[in-house]
C-alpha cells in the first residue's frame, strides 16, 4: 500500500518476494500482445473498463519502461515475456532502484490497520504510527482485512470466486489416459454459449490444459453458482465432418475401427471414443451402420461430459 511518491507498506518484512517467486523464478513480466483492443479480449471480465487505462500504459509501454531502465525483456514462443536474465532478480532490481531514485520510503513488516478519510485526504494507522496522504493506492492482494477496510469507506467488494482450475470427470477409463493430450480442442458450455479452444489434456481426474483452463476464467462466476456441477460438450476433432467419416468408411473398409483412425488423435484415446460411442474395437469399417456412424460423430465432436467438481493444479 503507498502514499502515491511518498511512502509505500507492507505487511511482512522483505520486499517484492512474490515477484522474486513469480514465473518460476524468471518473472513473467508482460505479454507480447501490442494492441489495448486485443488486450482486454484476455480479460473475462472487466475487459471494457481496462480498455481506457490500456490506451494509456499498456504491454509494450511496460516493455520500453524496462529497457530503459537497462532490463531488455525477451518474448517466449507463446508470446509471455521475461527479462533476458531469465532471473526475476533483475526485475525485483531494478524495481528497487527506481524506488530510491524516485525517493520512496519503504515501511516493511508496518501493517495498515485502519484508513480514515479526513479533510486533506486520508490518515492512516498503522502498527508503526500514523501518516496522512493527499492520495493513497492499495494493492494489497486478498488480503480480506483491506477489503474490509475498503468496504468500510464505502467502496463495494465484489466477491471473489475460484479461476484456473481444471474439470473433474468421474470415469476411470479416461483418467487411464492421463497425459495424453489433443493439440486443438473445442470446449463448450452450452448454458452460456460459451466455447474456448487450444490444447486439451487428460489428468488422472479429468481435463485440464489450456482450453479447460480458459473456460474456468471465463465461465468462473457462473460455475461457482452451479457449485461446480455442470455439462460441457468436447470437440476431441476439430473439423471433423461426417462426410470425413463416411468417407473413411468407404476408403479403410477393411479396417478395424479400433486399428485404423481417421483423426490425428492418440491411438489410446482414438480407441476409448471408440468404446464411448459403443462401437466394439473389432467391427470393420463396412460393418458400421447409420446411428454407429451417427454416435461416433457425436463423441468426436460433441462428446457431452458431466463436471462433478473443480480441481486445482
Ligand atoms: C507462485 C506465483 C507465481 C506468479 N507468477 C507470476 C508471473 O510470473 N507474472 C505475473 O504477472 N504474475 C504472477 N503471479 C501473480 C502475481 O504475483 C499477483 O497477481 C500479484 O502479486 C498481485 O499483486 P498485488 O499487489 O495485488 O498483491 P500482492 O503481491 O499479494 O501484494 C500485497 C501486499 O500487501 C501487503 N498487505 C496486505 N495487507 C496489508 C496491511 N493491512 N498492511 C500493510 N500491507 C498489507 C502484503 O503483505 C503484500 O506485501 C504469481 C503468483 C504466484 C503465487
New binding site residues.
Given amino acids: 500500500?503507498s502514499c502515491l511518491e511518498d511512502c509505500h507498506?507492507?505487511?511482512?518484512q522483505g520486499s517484492l518476494q512474490?515477484?522474486k517467486?513469480?514465473?518460476?523464478g524468471?518473472?513473467?513480466?508482460t505479454h507480447a500482445c501490442w494492441e489495448p483492443a486485443e488486450l482486454v479480449q484476455y480479460y473475462p471480465r472487466g475487459g471494457k473498463e481496462l480498455l481506457g487505462p490500456f490506451h494509456k500504459f499498456a504491454c509494450g509501454d511496460t516493455v520500453a519502461w524496462f529497457e530503459d531502465r537497462g532490463v531488455p525483456l525477451k518474448i517466449e514462443e507463446d508470446g509471455r515475456m521475461f527479462p533476458e536474465s531469465d532471473d526475476s532478480g533483475s526485475i525485483v532490481n531494478c524495481l528497487m532502484k527506481s524506488c530510491i531514485k524516485a525517493g520512496v520510503k519503504i515501511q516493511t513488516s508496518?501493517?495498515?490497520?485502519s484508513v480514515n478519510i479526513i479533510d486533506t485526504g486520508y490518515e492512516l494507522t498503522?502498527s508503526k504510527g500514523n501518516w496522512k496522504a493527499a492520495r493513497i493506492l492499495m494493492?494489497?492482494?486478498?488480503?480480506n482485512?483491506?477489503w474490509k477496510l475498503l468496504k468500510e469507506l464505502g467502496y463495494g467488494i465484489v466477491p471473489p470466486v475460484p479461476s484456473l482450475f481444471t474439470f473433474h470427470i468421474h470415469d476411470k477409463a479416461l483418467h487411464e489416459l492421463m497425459g495424453l493430450s489433443v493439440s486443438n480442442a473445442v470446449v463448450k458450455y452450452p448454458e452460456l454459449k460459451i466455447e474456448t479452444s487450444g490444447p486439451l489434456l487428460i489428468t488422472h481426474w479429468g481435463v485440464s490444459g489450456p482450453a479447460v483452463l480458459k473456460m474456468s476464467a471465463i465461465a468462473a462466476r457462473a460455475l461457482h453458482e452451479k457449485n461446480y456441477h455442470f455439462d460441457i460438450r468436447i470437440t476431441w476433432a476439430m473439423g471433423m465432418t461426417k462426410s470425413d467419416i463416411e468417407g473413411f468408411r468407404k476408403s479403410k473398409g477393411a479396417a478395424t475401427v479400433g486399428g485404423q483412425s481417421p483423426v490425428n488423435l492418440p491411438a489410446r484415446l482414438w480407441k476409448y471414443l471408440v468404446s464411448r460411442a459403443d462401437i466394439a474395437h473389432d467391427k470393420r469399417w463396412a460393418d458400421l451402420d447409420k446411428e454407429e456412424m451417427e454416435k461416433l460423430f457425436e463423441v468426436l465432436t460433441d462428446d457431452l461430459r458431466s463436471i462433478k467438481r473443480k480441481e486445482h493444479v
Fill in positions: 500500500m507498506f507492507g505487511a511482512r512474490k515477484v517467486i513469480s514465473g518460476g524468471r518473472c513473467n513480466v508496518c501493517k495498515v490497520v498503522t494493492a494489497a492482494g486478498s488480503s482485512g483491506m
